[in-house]
Every structure is written in structure tokens, then in C-alpha cells.
């Protein structure tokens, strides 16, 4: 996909969305049977998914989000043919559960790493109508991340 998207359009949010879903459909969680997917949007235009993949000892278990991201570091680097590190724009959650399946902290200060100012995470979260997709800006959601100053 190329192109510069500069705005989630509607079309995208519901593109991401379902592209979430069919990430979710991967994974490999059968001892919580809580079936998650991600998808990123990076700044070419490029979706990478991930799901979550669990394990015996649960300690090891890993999101979605951070396997996304993983995947796309190691597939295709964190530098862009232009020299720039590739900066994530949205992320989309989903489960299959139809259960409220915010960011956990650790994916958050992941995607933190990669994410283009203003960036947005869609998931589904608690609201007054029952669970929803809501979208926050992810500084909204880290608002005091770890950084190393001056780094
Ligand atoms: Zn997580």
C-alpha cells in the first residue's frame, strides 16, 4: 500500500479494524481462550499484524501489540528506505472475546518507541454503552512513559 495518510479516514479505522480481527484469528491461546489481534499503521502507508501467543509457563506469554511490532522490526527493520526510523500512526486492537481488551502497560511504552507524534490506538474499552471501540491518542494512554533523556 503506498501513500502517505495523514488522517485515519473512517475507511481505514474500519480497515484496521477488521484487519485486527483476522490477526486475532491466529492466536494461539488455549489456556485463556482470550483471542487477540493487533494491526499497525505505519507512516508509508504499511499494516504489519500480530497476535497473541501464550505459553505453559504464562509469565511468557506475549500481546499482540508487542509481537506486531517485533514481527515488523524483524522483517523489515526499524529504519525506512529513507533513512527514518518507521513511525506507527494507529494501532488496532480486537479480541474475540467481544470483551474490553485495552494496551497493557508493556505494549504501551513499546508502541511508544515507534509511534509518530499524535499517533491513535483503537481497542475495545468499557463505556457507558457497554464495550465499544474507543480511540485515544497514545500519549493519552502513557502519559508519563520511561525515557532516557537527552537519548
Ligand atoms: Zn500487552
Known amino acids: 500500500m503506498a501513500g502517505q495518510p495523514k488522517e485515519l479516514d473512517r475507511l481505514m479505522r474500519e480497515r484496521l479494524l477488521e484487519t485486527a480481527r483476522a490477526a486475532a484469528a491466529h492466536a494461539y491461546a488455549p489456556y485463556s481462550r ?4 493487533a494491526a499497525l499503521l505505519f507512516e508509508d502507508g504499511s499494516l504489519v499484524t500480530g497476535c497473541n501467543v501464550e505459553n505453559v509457563s504464562f509469565g511468557l506469554t506475549s500481546c499482540a501489540e508487542r ?6 522490526i524483524s522483517e523489515r527493520g526499524a529504519v525506512a528506505e ?15 472475546n467481544n ?3 485495552p494496551p497493557c502497560g508493556a505494549c504501551r511504552q513499546v508502541m511508544a518507541e515507534f509511534a509518530a507524534p ?31 533523556d537527552g537519548v
Do not use: C, D, W
Open 34 to 37: 482470550f483471542r487477540v489481534g
Open 67 to 72: 509481537n506486531a511490532l517485533f514481527r515488523s
Open 82 to 96: 529513507n533513512g527514518e526510523q518507521r513511525r506507527i500512526l494507529a494501532v488496532a486492537v480486537t479480541n474475540l
Open 99 to 101: 470483551m474490553a481488551s
Open 118 to 148: 499524535g499517533a491513535v490506538v483503537l481497542f475495545p474499552g468499557e463505556t457507558a454503552h457497554g464495550v465499544e471501540i474507543v480511540e485515544r491518542k497514545l500519549e493519552e494512554l502513557l502519559p508519563y512513559g520511561f525515557r532516557l
